[in-house]
């Protein structure tokens, strides 16, 4: 059975910090690792990962997978409020190609 | 409106009561997915739709929940007799093809949270 696991679950900061969330899996015939942001309602896509070693990078946020290790870490620096959120990470593989496999999230909360 | 959007927002049913959930996709989109996601949890695959091919059921946790995809575009979920544990937000998306040379990434609607009393 697909399984993912993120670590923390949840993370408290202040603006300026810089957080590290975690996500490792087992998962037969992997195909890719997707990271999303929820706030209220719909996730919203922030990375699909699917070369180890190859950061994804947006703005402060990046990203990176290790396919050996099975994990993958996303980074956030100079957070700020608005980062305040949960993080999903999901994993593609199996002998599905569209079902996702999801962690639990990471609640991040950013104080000013 | 370029999202994909979900009706209605907010559901509230007597146990017992069949509900159905619609969910529109992104124009252009040939995958669908339906998803629920209970308090405090991740979100729980329950079946995908890809073009004319039959559809992964494989998440769908009774004969009770059952979902369409007519015309290609529009989906409903449907879940009849309904108990309290089905107490969730089910959440739809949808991408670009899936396949063994493409890899897309799915896109979420805002999801109806459906409460059984």
């Known amino acids: 059975e697909d399984k993912v696991v993120q670590s923390p679950l949840s993370l408290v900061v202040h603006e300026g910090d810089t957080v590290t969330l975690n996500c490792s899996y087992e998962?037969?015939?992997?195909?890719?690792l997707l990271w999303y942001k929820q706030e209220k309602k719909a996730p919203t896509f922030l990375f699909m990962l699917t070369s180890s070693g190859i950061e994804k990078k947006s703005g402060r946020l990046s990203s990176i997978l290790d396919k050996k290790e099975l994990f993958s870490i996303l980074n956030i620096t100079a957070t700020q409020t608005g980062d305040s959120a949960v993080y999903l990470c999901a994993v593609k593989g199996g002998t599905s190609y569209g079902k996702l496999t999801f962690g639990q999230g990471t609640i991040l909360t950013v104080h000013p | 409106g370029a999202g994909v959007s979900q009706s209605p927002s907010n559901k509230v049913t007597e146990k017992g009561k069949d509900v159905e959930l619609r969910c529109d996709p992104i124009s252009g989109h040939t995958a669908l997915y339906w998803y629920r996601q209970s308090l405090g949890q991740g979100l729980e695959f329950l079946i995908y739709f890809q073009g004319n091919s039959a559809p992964d059921k494989s998440g769908l946790p009774s004969d009770r929940f059952s979902a369409e995809r007519t015309g290609g575009s529009v989906s409903t979920l449907t879940i009849q007799r309904t108990q309290q544990e089905d107490s969730a937000v089910y959440l739809c998306?949808?991408?670009?093809?899936?396949?063994?040379?493409?890899?897309?990434?799915?896109?979420f609607g805002p999801g109806t949270r459906l409460t059984v009393l």
């Open positions: 998962v037969t015939n992997f195909r890719s």
């Open positions: 998306a949808s991408s670009l093809a899936q396949g063994t040379r493409s890899n897309n990434e799915q896109f």
